[in-house]
């Protein structure tokens, strides 16, 4: 099993950029696919991004290419998320979550066996 603490949330503009942290406590950590999903108020829990075990694949949502960067230390068991030139379209909740490197579905968030607690990201324009 694993357990996954977000951080790293909070209130910026437009423009700004973010970095979340994921600290997750644990054995074998290194063997689980990481993921990012978001969810704003009155929608469902959307895929972000996501990043193998190795680290040697990401994966991301059209709507954060080029502004996004999933990365891992596997060595510290965490997980980032740097979030640039935000968007107020990108206020939400945003949760990290881990899989089984079994299965390759990494944009689907029935696959990920263990959440973390979340953290509010909020953009304003």
């Known amino acids: 099993q694993v357990q996954l603490v977000g951080s790293g949330g909070g209130l910026v503009q437009a423009g700004d950029s973010l970095r979340l942290s994921c600290a997750a406590s644990?054995?074998?950590?290194?063997?689980?696919?990481m993921g990012w999903f978001r969810q704003a108020p009155g929608k469902e829990r959307d895929f972000v991004a996501a990043?193998?075990?190795?680290?040697?694949?990401?994966y991301y949502a059209d709507s954060v290419k080029g502004r996004f960067t999933i990365s891992r230390d596997n060595a510290k068991k965490t997980v980032y998320l740097q979030m640039n030139n935000l968007k107020p379209e990108d206020t939400a909740v945003y949760y990290c979550?881990?899989?089984?490197?079994?299965?390759?579905?990494?944009?689907?968030?029935?696959?990920?066996?263990?959440w973390g607690q979340g953290t509010q990201v909020t953009v304003s324009s």
């Open positions: 979550a881990a899989k089984s490197s079994r299965n390759r579905d990494y944009g689907i968030k029935n696959e990920y066996n263990y």
């Open positions: 990043i193998s075990w190795s680290g040697r694949s990401t």
């Open positions: 644990g054995r074998a950590f290194s063997s689980y696919d």
